[in-house]
C-alpha cells in the first residue's frame, strides 16, 4: 500500500468519491512522479482539477476527444508513465469502447480509467447520459479490472491500491451527490475482496456502489420492523469477483438478492447468477436493478425509487425472497 499520505477521515467525509479520489491522487503524485492525469474536457466535473493545478507538467486535456485520450494514455503506459483517465462513465465505457479493449486492455497497459456520473447520477440528462451499461462493457473485457467504491473514503482506499495495481482498471463513481457509507478510514480495503457491511442468516443482499448504504440500512429497518437477519456484502470488485463471499453466502442463507445501480443484464446480478449457476450450489436468487430497458428520465433519487433500488425497494426485494407480505406503501415500487 502507497504511504505518507496527509489525509484523514475529517478530510474525506465531506468530499464525493471523486474528489476525495482526485485528493488522494494528489498525494500519490508527490510520491510516483510518473503518474500522469488526462481528462477530455472535464478536469471540472470529474474533480480531477486540483491535480491539473499541483501538477500542470502532468497533466493532460485532450479536449472532446475521448478515443484520442485512450490512445494517449496507452502510449505514455508504454513510456513508462502511470496514467489515470477521467471521462463520465457514459463516453469511457461507449465513445472509446473500442480504444479501451485494444489499445489499453489487449497489450493489457497500466492505465487506470474513472467514469464519473456513472448509473443515474445524470437522470435527467437521458440516455444518452446514463450509465447502466458500462459494468457488462467493461467486465466483458479480458485483462481488466472493474471496481465500483461505495463512497469517497473507499474511492480514496482504491485510488492508495490502484497505483500499485498493474494492468487496466475501470471504476464508476456517481456525480457527487451521494452520501456517504463508511465512517473510518480504519478498514482493509482489497481489490477483488468483498467486504460485509453487516452479518445475517435469512437472506443475502450484495450490492455494490450507491446501493451499498442502501442495501445496509434497508437490513436495519427490517431487523427492527420484521426480525428478519441480512446480511449485507460490498462486492465493490466486480471483476475480479469474490466468488469466495458469494458461495459462503448462498451456502449459509440460501437466499441472495443483488442490488446495482446498472441494467441487471451483465453487471452485478448477472456476476452472481454465473457464479452460482457454475458452482451448483442451489440458492434462490433476485436481481434489482434496471430492467432490459432504457432508462426513463427523472432525478436520480426518484430512478431510484422507480425502479426498486433504495431502501423500500430492497425491502420489498427482501419480504418477497422471504415470503413475508408486503404493506401497500411497499407494493407501489
Same mark, same amino acid.
Given at each position: ?16 468519491? !471523486? ?20 481528462? *477530455? ?35 505514455? @503506459? ?10 463520465? @462513465? ?13 489499445? /489499453? ?44 467504491? @461505495?463512497?469517497?473514503?473507499? !474511492? ?37 475482496? *468483498? ?23 434497508? *437490513? ?76 426513463? /428520465? ?33 407494493? *407501489?415500487?
Amino acid at each position: 500500500m502507497a504511504g505518507g499520505m496527509s489525509y484523514n477521515i475529517d478530510d474525506l467525509q465531506d468530499l464525493t468519491a !471523486a474528489e476525495a479520489y482526485g485528493k488522494v491522487l494528489v498525494d500519490l503524485g508527490k510520491e510516483y512522479p510518473e503518474i500522469v492525469v488526462l481528462t *477530455a474536457d472535464l478536469a471540472k466535473s470529474t474533480k480531477l482539477g486540483v491535480f491539473f493545478n499541483a501538477y500542470p507538467e502532468r497533466s493532460f486535456n485532450m479536449g472532446i476527444a475521448e478515443q484520442n485520450m485512450v490512445t494517449t494514455a496507452a502510449g505514455l @503506459a508504454l513510456a513508462g508513465k502511470k496514467p489515470y483517465l477521467s471521462t463520465f @462513465a457514459c463516453f469511457a465505457s461507449m465513445r472509446a469502447c473500442e480504444q479501451v479493449r485494444t489499445d /489499453i486492455c489487449y497489450p493489457k497497459l497500466n492505465v487506470k480509467i474513472m467514469g464519473t456520473h456513472s448509473g443515474l447520477s445524470m437522470g435527467n440528462g437521458g440516455t444518452t447520459h446514463h450509465a447502466t451499461e458500462d459494468l457488462a462493457i467493461m467486465r466483458s473485457f479480458a485483462n481488466m479490472t472493474v471496481v465500483v467504491p @461505495a463512497d469517497g473514503i473507499e !474511492a480514496a482506499k482504491l485510488a492508495q491500491a490502484s497505483v500499485e495495481h498493474n494492468g487496466p482498471l475501470y471504476f464508476r463513481v456517481g456525480r457527487g451527490f451521494e452520501p456517504p457509507v463508511y465512517d473510518t478510514m480504519d478498514y482493509d480495503f482489497q481489490i477483488g475482496k *468483498a467486504r460485509t457491511m453487516a452479518e445475517g442468516s435469512d437472506i443475502t443482499v450484495i450490492a455494490c456502489g450507491v446501493c451499498v448504504l442502501q442495501a445496509v440500512e434497508a *437490513a436495519e429497518e427490517l431487523a427492527d420492523e420484521n426480525d428478519v437477519s441480512v446480511r449485507v456484502i460490498n462486492m465493490h470488485t466486480i471483476k475480479p469477483l469474490d466468488t469466495e463471499a458469494i458461495l459462503q453466502a448462498a451456502e449459509e442463507t440460501g437466499k441472495i438478492l443483488t442490488v446495482e445501480e446498472h441494467n441487471i443484464v451483465g453487471g452485478l446480478g448477472g456476476a452472481v447468477a454465473e457464479t452460482l449457476a457454475e458452482a451448483g450450489v442451489p440458492c434462490k436468487l433476485k436481481r434489482l436493478g434496471v430492467p432490459d430497458v432504457f432508462s426513463v /428520465i427523472g432525478y436520480p433519487e426518484e430512478l431510484h425509487r422507480y425502479y426498486g433500488i433504495e431502501i423500500d425497494g430492497i425491502k420489498k426485494g427482501v419480504k418477497q425472497m422471504l415470503d413475508i407480505p408486503v404493506d401497500d406503501e411497499d407494493d *407501489a415500487h
